[in-house]
């Protein structure tokens, strides 16, 4: 069993781990990270649930070796809470609109709704659907996931324009 | 935890050719969304992998002096969709990657793995072919340059030794210049699926667009790998835009093609397929191109 230093940034800290060059990005974050927003999902790159950005965009973190996380910035659904531990807008949205049932999808689903939110123009609804089409959900039949995206998509865009 | 032996990191292009040499057995790891799916199936169990995913020397895209377009084989489909350089002169390989998977699987998969894997229904593979595509392969003991056409050597099955890696995918302006392509992704659902059937058409039309000068058309899933209609093509050069065209190419793809059943659509449903989408492709070829044609 070889084992590796990384080196990386996780929700902003620079964090250090000493893994075995086996393991999933996904086996990295919820074991010596101890970040379990992340779900064990369909292991084959399908459902989403293991969803997290690397440099900004995301990825499904068990299609993905933990030693090629070496210098990169990875966000989870912890670096997307607000530092006092209170829910950030797109949670809330989610929350509000009934996004979130069994909840087993929706930190997935969240980060893959970030770089959606952070656009400077609107998307169509048909647009959302098609960012999130790399995440299933069983439960809440998309309409709310839509609602949530969207939502907070719209609020982000007008905050911009006040500036 | 993923059921492989060794793991070999490549830094540089030379030291994966190294790599290689060395290990001649072990996979080459790209994104791995084809290979560590697989392992975790089980079929490549206490493989060695070499790992050549963090090679930046590989990823992007670039226009030569001479109008040449050289796409890196881990360019990632995000990547090539989004191409200022593929935008411009061959979007129609951006649209078929853009059909690719779903958001994540696009950030990982490259479009390199894409036909290196060797498979009949890879959505890049049909515009690369339509295109002709030319494949750079590196060996510590040289290099060669193969056109794409003669790569796939069967199902899964590419003409790569093992000690080669490929190393760039090219393809001419002579191939791209006044031309306009088109490819219809046939499939049960938008995201997450595996074309039942993929058509990419390209066309250059005569310079008053009554006439095709030249045109490529490639299928995916239509054979055991994926195909030039080549039958097709020779009859169609030359002939008048028109809607005779269009029935003769419903008539003659079907002698460029050989579609087998499978549990995503009958032998039958293929061919007719291969008939529709063909024609449609070229009708928004030509469209694409400035000609306008009638059914």
């Given at each position: ?8 940034r ?14 999933s ?19 084959v ?47 809330q949205?989610f ?31 048909e ?9 299933l ?11 949530a ?7 982000r ?7 | 935890m993923y ?5 070999y ?20 790891l ?12 089980g ?21 030569l ?18 191409n200022p ?8 390989l ?22 290196c ?17 030319m ?15 003669e ?8 003409d ?13 302006k002579?191939s ?41 058309i ?12 080549i ?11 028109n809607?005779e065209?269009?029935?003769?190419i ?5 002698d460029d ?39």
């Amino acid at each position: 069993m070889t084992k590796k230093s990384i080196k990386c940034r996780v929700n902003g800290v620079n964090r250090e781990y000493f893994v075995d060059v086996r393991s999933s990005l996904m086996d990295l974050l919820r074991g010596p990270a101890g970040l379990d927003s992340i779900k064990h999902g369909c292991d084959v790159g399908e459902c989403g649930a293991c969803t997290v950005l690397i440099n900004g965009r995301p990825f499904n973190s068990y299609i993905y070796l933990a030693v090629w996380a070496e210098g990169k910035e990875i966000v989870t659904l912890e670096g997307v809470t607000n530092p006092d531990g209170s829910l950030s807008d797109i949670q809330q949205a989610f929350v509000d609109e009934g996004a979130v049932q069994c909840g087993i999808c929706t930190p997935g689903f969240i980060m893959a709704s970030i770089p959606i939110i952070n656009q400077e123009t609107p998307s169509t609804r048909e647009e959302i659907r098609r960012q999130i089409s790399g995440n299933l959900c069983r439960c809440t039949g998309y309409q709310k996931i839509v609602d949530a995206i969207e939502k907070t998509q719209k609020k982000r865009i007008a905050e911009k324009k006040k500036g | 935890m993923y059921d492989f032996n060794a793991l070999y990191e490549a830094n540089t292009l030379q030291e994966a050719l190294e790599l290689k040499a060395t290990y001649p057995h072990a996979l080459l790891l790209a994104g791995g969304s084809d290979i560590l799916i697989k392992l975790r199936d089980g079929k490549y169990t206490g493989c060695d992998l070499i790992s050549i995913y963090t090679l930046d020397e590989l990823r992007g895209v670039e226009l030569l002096d001479d109008g040449t377009i050289v796409i890196k084989p881990l360019t990632s489909f995000t990547d090539v969709a989004q191409n200022p350089i593929l935008l411009k002169y061959v979007p129609t390989l951006c649209e078929a990657v853009e059909q690719i998977g779903a958001p994540q699987v696009r950030n990982i998969g490259t479009i390199g793995g894409n036909i290196c894997n060797g498979v009949t229904s890879a959505d890049s593979a049909t515009t690369l072919k339509a295109y002709d595509a030319m494949l750079v392969i590196e060996s510590q003991k040289g290099k060669r340059i193969l056109p794409y056409l003669e790569f796939n050597l069967g199902p899964g099955k590419v003409d790569l030794k093992e000690d080669e890696i490929l190393t760039a995918i090219t393809i001419s302006k002579e191939s791209y210049n006044a031309t306009y392509g088109h490819y219809i992704k046939y499939a049960k659902r938008k995201a997450m699926d595996i074309a039942t059937l993929g058509c990419s058409v390209n066309v250059t039309l005569s310079g008053d667009k009554s006439k095709i000068e030249r045109l490529r058309i490639a299928f995916g899933v239509a054979a055991p790998i994926p195909v030039r209609g080549i039958n097709t093509e020779k009859e169609t050069q030359g002939h008048p835009v028109n809607a005779e065209l269009l029935n003769l190419i419903r008539e003659r793809v079907l002698d460029d093609v050989t579609p087998r059943d499978s549990w995503r659509a009958s032998k039958e449903f293929r061919l007719h397929l291969i008939q529709e989408l063909a024609v449609r492709a070229t009708r928004e070829a030509i469209i694409k191109g400035g000609g306008s044609i009638d059914d």
